[in-house]
């Protein structure tokens, strides 16, 4: 893990001022978890699937914290905690853009219980493999002091399989257009313009990294759609 030498005063002034920003987030989404899941609702795929959203979104915040004081300090490469710290936050990631697609998938085809019911231990091994894949994959890990964050193919793996995704939404949305209620599409067109910006962010500086934001603020605006 390669450590700049960028003064302390200097990185926790940034890394208390994204941190506050992450944990503004994270309790704007914790109170709407709190009024979503103490209000009546249909048991329906739809709200269940929400339902996983929510807490997947939480979870990503959490680990993305983590991470910004993580970079106040230095690791070592072989370090358990950070090797779980970037595989765990790439599971979640795994985890929120499946629930994300099956959600679409829902919405577009309204499969119902039975049919999930019917595929879930196929459902659960694909999950199973491609999770086992996010913790075999080799990682590299970065700090600079001001950052703290994993790229390689394990990294490149997760990102594939967001884009595959997203793909496959807008495939079930065409094909199934005039069947779905236009205000729930609204959510995708904000997720795939703000993957578009994110994407364009990494690139000029790969440090970053606001996918848990983004995660976020598309299940802020799902709440309003559900």
Do not use: H
Not at 101 to 109: A, D, G, M, P
Not at 124 to 133: A, N, P, R
Not at 184 to 210: A, D, T
């Amino acid at each position: 893990m390669k450590k700049n030498e960028i003064p302390k005063a200097l990185r926790m002034d940034i890394n208390k001022k994204r941190s506050k920003t992450g944990q503004k987030i994270l309790m704007i989404l914790i109170i709407l978890a709190i009024i979503y899941f103490t209000k009546e609702r249909i048991n329906s795929v739809e709200n269940k699937l929400y339902s996983s959203l929510i807490v997947f979104s939480i979870f990503c915040l959490i680990m993305e914290f983590i991470g910004n004081i993580c970079a106040l300090f230095t690791f070592d490469d072989n370090s358990i905690f950070i090797f779980l710290l970037s595989r765990f936050l790439l599971m979640f990631i795994l985890f929120w853009a499946l629930n994300f697609t099956t959600y679409i998938y829902e919405i577009s085809f309204n499969k119902g219980k039975e049919f999930y019911k019917k595929n879930k231990n196929v459902m659960l091994m694909f999950v199973f493999w491609l999770t086992t894949l996010v913790f075999l994959l080799p990682l590299q890990y970065y700090s600079d002091g001001l950052v703290t964050y994993s790229y390689g193919i394990g990294t490149l793996f997760v990102y594939g399989v967001c884009i595959l995704c997203i793909l496959l939404d807008f495939i079930f949305i065409i094909k199934n257009f005039k069947r779905i209620d236009k205000k729930k599409l609204f959510p995708l067109g904000v997720l795939f313009f703000l993957m578009i910006v994110l994407g364009i962010v990494r690139i000029i500086n790969p440090g970053m990294n606001f996918i848990a934001p983004v995660f976020s603020i598309v299940v802020f605006i799902m709440y309003f759609t559900i």
